[in-house]
């Protein structure tokens, strides 16, 4: 049975210390300095992109989700086409799954917002790049005065389950339902078998932070605009699902069919012969596995 209580004889006193000044002026550290990393060469994916022609496109509908497949050694292209639209990314080594994009230990690497020139990595055990942002027209945004920026890394998804808990709603076209809709038609399995795989989402295009007050999660308006996008380079066979998100430009609200919804686009492009010599594709995490026994 759940327990009732919940005390579990802390003293909540809120009083504070004498040094309390003195314990909050004790500065941070980086958790984990990054300068290590593999370098990301932009020049050699530049050259690549240059000459590369497109293979593929897929035009997820408003509101709805869409797979596409990426060969490693590939780019592609996340554009808005006709108005203001964030999107919510999944990412999969299309040959395997339950290696999947994990958000968490990309923004520990690399931050809450990522762009160009950094990467987004793949779950335990494997932990290695999966994808490389090579372009964005959004990098100019930055931080802004609210501490919001684009791209994140910090919002799982809208969700039927978080909507239930806060309102008693019963809504089926948020980003979750959507990607699992989508993944279960491209790999022909049920809904069941589909949502297990769906994880938390890069967000794209879309503008958000935490309130400094209270640390919560918010959003604002998208400046993303048509013809804006964000690329990618494929640095594993991927099977992607992009849902384009019922909150639009997220201006105002998610998981409702309140806001006004636009198309994305998604392009593969595949580069000419000889212009990636020297790129491999990165190699699983090299820890034993042993963990100490």
Known sequence: MCSASNSLGRDHSTSSPKDADARRAVKPVICYPNETLPPVDLELYGRARAGAVKTDEVLV???????????????FRISSVEGAQVG????????????RFYSGKTRALHGTHITAGEQMWTSFPNLRPMATLTDDTLGWYGIDE??????????????????????GSQYHYCCHSNLTRALADHLGVSLSEAEPHVHDVLNVFMCTGFTRDTGQYFMKASPVRPGDYLEFFAELDLLGALSACPGGDCSAQHSSDTAACYPLLVEVFAPADGTLEGWVCPQVNGYDGSHGR
């Open 88 to 99: 919510d990314l999944n990412l999969w080594n299309r040959n395997d799954l339950a290696e």
């Open 61 to 75: 509908p408003a509101r709805d989700a869409a797979c596409f497949e990426v060969p490693a050694g590939h780019f």
């Open 146 to 167: 609210y501490g919001g920026s684009v791209h994140d890394v910090i919002g799982t998804r809208c969700d039927p389950y978080t909507g239930n808990l806060l309102a």
